[in-house]
């Protein structure tokens, strides 16, 4: 069936270098991934929303590229700030629906540390 | 530009009592409205969808029940609250034809 895949539970890193954090999905259907940030006690905001097969897609410092070839959307960015510690989410969207259903990954705690 | 509130912002509840969560959502009519329910630590669970005034469908079975009684008005509620309904509680929209979903700032749950 439809799912998403976050391998890392918790993301430690030093303020000011790079962060990636993974995602891998399964799905028969046509394929759209977001990412999902939530800061502690604070409800998800969208980050970012997936384009065409190999189409990198940005918002507020952060990148992610849909490679079909390997079911990824990795999330980056290329210097972590102490403000970006938060859970981070992978969706896909289940297109086979006929609403908008979105099955979300584990989540990914990124903490950044001075 | 739309806001989406929720009501209450928390609730502590006891075990059999009844609860009801709303959302209403400005500044977009005719909206795709979902609940969803995180456990504390968990991921993101959707519970019901509505694409119109009227109609809902479950998406998972939890005990609980929703309905939209105005266009821009989402309701959760259950007649006996079980302690596995501590959470979270989101109540999200989404533009019709659009798949991102914008979520509302969301209810904690607590029942004792």
């Known amino acids: 069936g439809d799912s998403v895949t976050q391998t890392e539970g918790l993301v430690t890193l030093t303020e000011g270098l790079p962060v990636m954090l993974n995602c891998t999905y399964q799905?028969?259907?046509?394929?759209?991934l977001f990412w999902y940030v939530q800061h502690l006690n604070e409800a998800p905001k969208l980050l970012l929303k997936s384009s065409t097969d190999n189409k990198r897609t940005e918002h507020q410092g952060f990148h992610a590229t849909l490679h079909k070839s390997s079911s990824s959307f990795h999330l980056q960015k290329s210097s972590a700030q102490l403000s970006d510690s938060a859970l981070y989410y992978c969706?896909?969207?289940?297109?086979?629906?006929?609403?908008?259903?979105?099955?979300f990954g584990q989540g990914t705690s990124l903490s950044v540390v001075p | 530009a739309q806001t989406i509130h929720q009501w209450p912002v928390a609730e502590i509840k006891a075990v059999g009592s009844p609860l009801s969560l709303g959302c209403t959502i400005k500044g977009k009519s005719s909206p795709n409205l979902y609940w969803y329910w995180q456990a504390t630590g968990g991921t993101l669970q959707q519970l019901f969808y509505?694409?119109?005034?009227?109609?809902v469908e479950s998406v998972v079975q939890l005990n609980l029940s929703a309905s939209r009684p105005k266009d821009d008005q989402f309701i959760l509620s259950t007649e006996k609250l079980l302690l596995s309904h501590s959470g979270f509680y989101l109540c999200?929209?989404?533009?019709?034809?659009?798949?991102?979903?914008?979520f509302g700032p969301g209810t904690r749950l607590t029942v004792l």
């Open positions: 799905t028969a259907y046509s394929t759209f």
């Open positions: 969706a896909l969207r289940i297109a086979s629906s006929s609403f908008s259903k979105l099955v």
């Open positions: 509505s694409i119109t005034v009227g109609q």
């Open positions: 999200a929209w989404s533009r019709r034809g659009r798949y991102e979903q914008y």
